[in-house]
């Protein structure tokens, strides 16, 4: 199965500062196709969870664009341009490319 | 509007079975794959099953393979799934989410596994 790695475990940041959230990958997620299927989600306090980012760095409908997702192969980012209070949230990273589907641990954002 | 709405959660014995439904509105449910994925209590996700939108391909979590099953009533518009053996570690939140123009997840049915 692919690992997902993600980190940080936790992210403190300032309200209106950037975040960057880091995953990899144990193998590429370049699938037969030709697209890369690596997935951003967001799981708010108490929520289900939301898909945020597909294929690397697809918005969603609806997603603001201080979202947006980077990377290649192996190595993939999450970043919030300026963290605003409703981003409080754990953050998880999930691959499509290959089965079974896996997520990574999660990044935990906070207000400092 | 898609909604998905998951119901047949509650506490078992270990060893015992269970079946979870996954009821969609608002959506052709026979035109997207259907995943069930979990929560246990203060952890991560985990991902379990999908069947696929023709109902021709399923995948499982190897955690859940040759214990779970995914099936589906496209006239009811309902997805289940078949919980064997169940043990102390299926404890968790199971969502079912379908996979669409994005992901849409129901809000969870509790499974408590236990003596």
């Known amino acids: 199965d692919v690992v997902m790695t993600q980190s940080p475990l936790s992210l403190p940041v300032t309200l209106g500062q950037p975040a960057s959230i880091s995953c990899r990958s144990s193998?590429?997620?370049?699938?037969?196709?030709?697209?890369?299927?690596l997935n951003w989600f967001q799981q708010r306090p108490g929520q289900s969870p939301r898909r945020l980012i597909y294929?690397?760095?697809n918005r969603d409908s609806g997603v603001p664009d201080r979202f947006s997702g980077s990377g290649s192969g192996t190595d993939f980012t999450l970043r919030i341009s300026r963290v605003e209070a409703e981003d409080v949230a754990v953050y998880y990273c999930m691959q499509g490319a290959h089965w079974p589907l896996t997520f990574g641990g999660g990044t935990r954002v906070e207000i400092k | 509007q898609v909604q998905l709405v998951e119901s047949g959660g509650g506490v078992v014995q270990p060893g015992r079975s269970l079946r979870l439904s996954c009821t969609a509105s608002g959506f052709i449910f026979s035109s997207y794959a259907i995943h069930w994925v979990r929560q246990a209590p203060g952890k991560g996700l985990e991902w379990l099953a999908v069947l696929s939108y023709d109902g021709s391909v399923e995948y499982y979590a190897d955690s859940v393979k040759g214990r779970f099953t995914i099936s589906r009533d496209k006239s009811k518009n309902t997805l289940w799934l078949q919980m064997n053996s169940l043990r102390v570690d299926d404890t968790a939140v199971y969502y079912c989410a379908s996979q669409g123009g994005t992901w849409h997840w129901g809000q969870g049915t509790l499974v408590t596994v236990s003596s």
């Open positions: 294929k690397v760095s």
């Open positions: 193998q590429s997620l370049v699938h037969s196709d030709g697209n890369t299927y």
